[in-house]
């Protein structure tokens, strides 16, 4: 069949020939629109997954993005503002709500995670949880740590943990990391570390606390790195703690007083 034909058959059904071309732009133009409504939500995606995958234990890091979130809210809703306000920039109302969306279910988490809060102010305290575990004196067990930071929360501290690598291998005989165990603590994982393999976790510990300007629950006198942190010696600085006819003691007075 000549090619001209098909243009004629669909002349006489009341097409134009020249309805092709605009029909294929036409086309075209719906394939974008389809394409542009699928990019947000993948931005939107990005948003709250990308940070997520960042984080680790440091504090500082999920405070850091805590304040990227609000940024991209106030980008999002910049967005969202145009879009509503500004003739032919409707598209732009596509990629502002589903940001904004993401923004504003990410922002309460990252900040709660990092124990950011508006109303006080937070009084730390790092656990030695590799030495905490031993407590009961039964060998390892994950319900010391558990008591004590119940104990501390109760006193109006906010507790963070620190393991040495070996941790779950002593608990269960397998590795256990941070995610795991803060489950198992109910702590935001940002206050649970496992150190690395051949780290010392004193030292960890001790950073973490000159840091934060906090107190250090452990029974270890810590004395191989007074030179390092000669704040080991001042009085209060380690808490001790143990069992007394099967109840926790922790010498740490109630936070407001600190």
């Not at 990252?110 to 109303?119: A, E, I, P, V």
């Not at 030495?131 to 109760?154: C, F, P, R």
């Not at 393991?163 to 941070?178: I, P, S, T």
């Not at 570390?193 to 934060?212: C, E, N, T």
């Amino acid at each position: 069949m000549p090619d001209f034909l098909p243009f004629l058959a669909n002349a006489k059904q009341g097409h134009s020939c020249f309805d092709y071309p605009r029909d294929a732009a036409n086309e075209r133009r719906n394939r974008n629109a389809a394409g542009l409504s699928i990019r947000p939500l993948l931005y939107a995606f990005a948003i709250m997954v990308v940070p997520l995958r960042l984080t680790s234990f440091n504090p500082k890091k999920y405070l850091a993005l805590g304040f990227a979130s609000l940024v991209i809210l106030l980008i999002s809703l910049a967005v969202l503002s145009v879009g509503l306000l500004v003739p032919g920039l409707d598209d732009l109302i596509l990629l502002g709500v589903p940001c904004v969306i993401a923004s504003l279910l990410l922002l309460p988490a990252q900040l709660r995670s990092s124990g950011f809060s508006l109303l006080s102010k937070k009084h730390w305290i790092i656990l030695d949880g590799s030495n905490i575990m031993y407590w009961k004196g039964n060998g390892a067990d994950i319900a010391t740590v558990q008591d004590a930071i119940h104990s501390l929360s109760e006193q109006g501290y906010a507790p963070s943990v620190v393991f040495d690598a070996n941790v779950g291998y002593k608990l269960c005989n397998r590795y256990q990391g941070a995610a795991e165990l803060a489950k198992l603590l109910d702590l935001p994982i940002a206050r649970v570390m496992v150190v690395s393999k051949g780290r010392p976790a004193d030292q960890v510990i001790l950073a973490a606390a000159r840091d934060k300007k906090a107190q250090v629950v452990t029974n270890d006198r810590l004395r191989d790195w007074i030179d390092q942190h000669p704040e080991v010696a001042n009085e209060g600085h380690l808490v001790q703690g143990g069992y007394r006819a099967g109840r926790l003691w922790l010498n740490a007075p109630p936070a407001e007083r600190q």
